[in-house]
């Protein structure tokens, strides 16, 4: 079992920047790749950024140039660096851990509120 806890979210000005961090625990040897994901209301869950356990990355075509995705692993936490914030951007940021035999973790969840 891993667990994530996201931490960062708030209310922010348009144009601005957030630091989401996600840090995980338990079976973290395990862990492959790790992610941001996004959710508002009425609507499917979306990616918004990836990191695999080598450093690679991937991002919505949305979040490119704006989102950075990191990873510490030896801290074992991943953050999410989003500036230049627009409005649409608000939603409930959720981390993700893909485990062994590709199982799915998932944080409790961040709400980010951009106002313009």
């Known amino acids: 079992q891993v667990q994530l806890v996201e931490s960062g979210g708030g209310l922010v000005q348009a144009g601005g920047s957030l630091r989401l961090s996600c840090a995980a625990s338990?079976?973290?040897?395990?862990?492959?790749?790790m992610g941001w994901y996004r959710q508002v209301p009425g609507k499917q869950r979306e990616l918004v950024a990836t990191i695999s356990s080598g450093g690679s990355t991937n991002y919505a075509d949305s979040v490119k140039g704006r989102f950075t995705i990191s990873r510490d692993n030896a801290k074992n936490t991943v953050h999410l660096q989003m500036n230049s914030l627009k409005p649409e951007d608000t939603a409930v940021y959720y981390c993700?851990?893909?485990?062994?035999?590709?199982?799915?973790?998932w944080g409790q969840g961040t709400q980010v509120t951009v106002s313009s």
């Open positions: 993700n851990a893909v485990g062994s035999r590709n199982v799915e973790y």
């Open positions: 338990g079976s973290i040897f395990s862990i492959k790749a």
